[in-house]
């Protein structure tokens, strides 16, 4: 992994901040044009611009400068190139605030990241990036709440971004906003597999570059730099400042400690080697900021209102266990890590935020199933990673680690820890929680948090599986998931989009929204349900309305 490339920042000047309300879709629109050629020895920044893990005081700023037309993503060639940024309360670059130079090397595939502190909380900017006469495309970012700010928050939040399954209009829509504070995006920002491999070929909506499954350095630099030429990428990278945790698919599917279920050491080399390459990419090209090396676990504060415990859960898991195999209530086992587990717990016991977020890959509610028709058992199998002839639990999942979650629970329960809300993705479906200690004897064994799970982006889901539309077969599967497990309020199998999370004093509420066609480049969105938590009770609730 690279380190963070260092910046010189001048000591900000004190001005009357530009309010969130202004940016929104404004910013969009310079990034929808497709990057533009460029000559040879002429700089070009080709792949917008993005902020990140927004702090009272500061934020990370981030870039890719293209020095010259051969030294694209994963080439490795390229002039040391001279880079400067500035960040301003208006988007004329009037009042700049602060400013400063890096250096972009072909060491660091020509990113560039710009730490910046000495900003004003909860407060609105505008930055950008330039080489000599050339400037980047201009963004919009905003701090963190002070931390007794009281203030409400809003987060959009996405998961599962398979370029080769459609287009990002669920980005579209949350660069369209002006009123979120962040974007959290909870794991498989890209995909590891080669073209045509998932979804098959005939369904595939554009290639991977490159063509093939990624495993080297470079490989996983180009797929990267190839998601940043999307426009509606760079458009919401450019509009919110993002928040970001991995998943399996930023290195291979189910990816654990020593391995992956898609990796081959005999044709594919060695798993450390695949793992690092990932990692390094990942972290030059995502704007955040690694708590220590290798990994992504860290904690965010949004004023009073909010701590964000932000969970690694590939970098220290144990393998998957066998379905059947008795092991998933082994101690010895773990999807966390003893370090990252022992890291959550004293956080959570010591956070004085109202909401504990909890921001993890993978579902933590446990799900059982009823009797399910064969025709709906195996693709619904194929979507949670079960075995197709039979299932009792999804083992990629924390129901795959048993005594983790316990120890988790339980610790929520005797320290009192209340307003505990797990945000997820990964599963390609929307879900809304109760967290239950006891899950075969729930509603009379109590519920110790909530949980919001939000559908993919693109990747497939129960209809896309099946090819039918969808409120069909997926209404047998959701009764028969329910019936099963008195915990899942609501569920959706069929649908793409994203989540808009409020968070206030009285309640935290999730918002789902649903776009009309992956495949459709101009997809539109609609408000599909809601589900909120109400402070001090660890259940959710349906809400009528999204908030305004």
């Known amino acids: 992994?690279?380190?963070?490339?260092?910046?010189?920042?001048?000591?900000?000047?004190?001005?009357?901040?530009?309010?969130?309300?202004?940016?929104?879709?404004?910013?969009?629109?310079?990034?929808?044009?497709?990057?533009?050629?460029?000559?040879?020895?002429?700089?070009?920044?080709?792949?917008?611009?993005?902020?990140?893990?927004?702090?009272?005081?500061?934020?990370?700023?981030?870039?890719?400068?293209?020095?010259?037309?051969?030294?694209?993503?994963?080439?490795?060639?390229?002039?040391?190139?001279?880079?400067?940024?500035?960040?301003?309360?208006?988007?004329?670059?009037?009042?700049?605030?602060?400013?400063?130079?890096?250096?972009?090397?072909?060491?660091?595939?020509?990113?560039?990241?710009?730490?910046v502190r000495g900003l004003r909380p909860a407060s609105a900017y505008y930055f950008r990036f330039s080489v000599g006469d050339t400037y980047s495309p201009v963004g919009r970012t905003r701090t963190a709440p002070a931390a007794d700010n009281r203030a409400e928050l809003r987060f959009g939040v996405v998961s599962c971004s398979n370029w080769e399954a459609g287009w990002f209009s669920s980005y579209r829509h949350l660069a369209a906003r002006a009123d979120l504070d962040a974007v959290f995006h909870l794991g498989d920002y890209l995909y590891e597999y080669k073209t045509g491999e998932y979804p098959a070929a005939q369904y595939t909506v554009r290639p991977h570059q490159p063509a093939h499954e990624i495993v080297s350095l470079a490989d996983y630099r180009i797929r990267h730099g190839a998601h940043k030429t999307d426009d509606d990428?760079?458009?919401?990278?450019?509009?919110?400042?993002?928040?970001?945790?991995?998943?399996?698919?930023?290195?291979?599917?189910?990816?654990?400690?020593?391995?992956?279920?898609?990796?081959?050491?005999?044709?594919?080399?060695?798993?450390?080697?695949?793992?690092?390459?990932?990692?390094?990419?990942?972290?030059?090209?995502?704007?955040?900021?690694?708590?220590?090396?290798?990994?992504?676990?860290?904690?965010?504060?949004?004023?009073?209102?909010?701590?964000?415990?932000?969970?690694?859960?590939r970098s220290f898991r144990s393998q998957q266990a066998s379905v059947g195999s008795g092991t998933v209530d082994d101690a010895d086992r773990t999807i966390t890590g003893r370090a990252q587990l022992d890291w959550l717990k004293s956080g959570l016991a010591a956070s004085d935020a109202q909401w504990k977020l909890v921001g993890t890959s993978v579902m933590i509610s446990p799900v059982a199933f009823g009797s399910l028709p064969a025709h709906l058992l195996a693709p619904l199998a194929e979507l949670l990673g079960l075995p197709k002839e039979g299932l009792a639990i999804n083992v990629d999942q924390w129901d795959g680690y048993t005594h983790d979650r316990k120890e988790l629970i339980s610790h929520l329960r005797e320290r009192g820890i209340k307003d505990t809300v797990f945000l997820t993705g990964d599963i390609h479906m929307a879900w809304a929680n109760d967290v239950p200690v006891t899950a075969g004897t729930y509603p009379l064994s109590p519920s110790a948090a909530t949980e919001f799970v939000v559908t993919s982006v693109t990747s497939d889901n129960l209809d896309d599986i099946l090819h039918v539309a969808p409120d069909t077969?997926?209404?047998?599967?959701?009764?028969?998931?329910?019936?099963?497990?008195?915990?899942?309020?609501?569920?959706?199998?069929?649908?793409?989009?994203y989540g808009v999370l409020d968070v206030t004093a009285e309640r935290a509420q999730m918002d789902y929204y649903v776009i009309s066609d992956r495949t459709d480049k101009n997809a539109t969105s609609a408000w599909e349900r809601s589900y909120r938590t109400r402070t001090g009770t660890q259940k959710v609730e349906r809400a009528d309305a999204p908030v305004k």
């Open 1 to 115: 992994m690279t380190s963070r490339l260092a910046a010189e920042t001048s000591t900000p000047r004190r001005r009357t901040v530009v309010k969130a309300a202004a940016a929104g879709a404004v910013l969009a629109a310079p990034l929808l044009a497709a990057p533009a050629a460029h000559a040879a020895d002429a700089p070009a920044f080709l792949h917008g611009v993005a902020s990140g893990d927004p702090l009272p005081d500061g934020v990370l700023l981030w870039t890719r400068v293209t020095p010259t037309a051969e030294a694209v993503p994963g080439s490795g060639t390229g002039p040391d190139t001279r880079v400067s940024w500035e960040i301003a309360e208006d988007q004329a670059f009037r009042t700049v605030v602060s400013r400063g130079t890096t250096t972009a090397s072909a060491a660091s595939d020509h990113t560039v990241k710009a730490d």
């Open 473 to 497: 077969l997926s209404t047998v599967a959701e009764t028969a998931v329910k019936a099963a497990n008195r915990h899942v309020k609501w569920l959706d199998m069929d649908r793409h989009g």
């Open 233 to 313: 990428v760079r458009a919401m990278h450019a509009a919110h400042p993002l928040v970001a945790i991995w998943d399996d698919h930023e290195f291979a599917n189910d990816a654990w400690s020593g391995g992956a279920e898609n990796h081959s050491p005999d044709t594919e080399g060695a798993w450390a080697a695949r793992r690092d390459a990932a990692k390094q990419a990942y972290f030059e090209w995502m704007p955040v900021r690694p708590s220590i090396a290798g990994t992504v676990y860290r904690r965010l504060r949004f004023g009073a209102l909010a701590d964000l415990h932000l969970l690694d859960l």
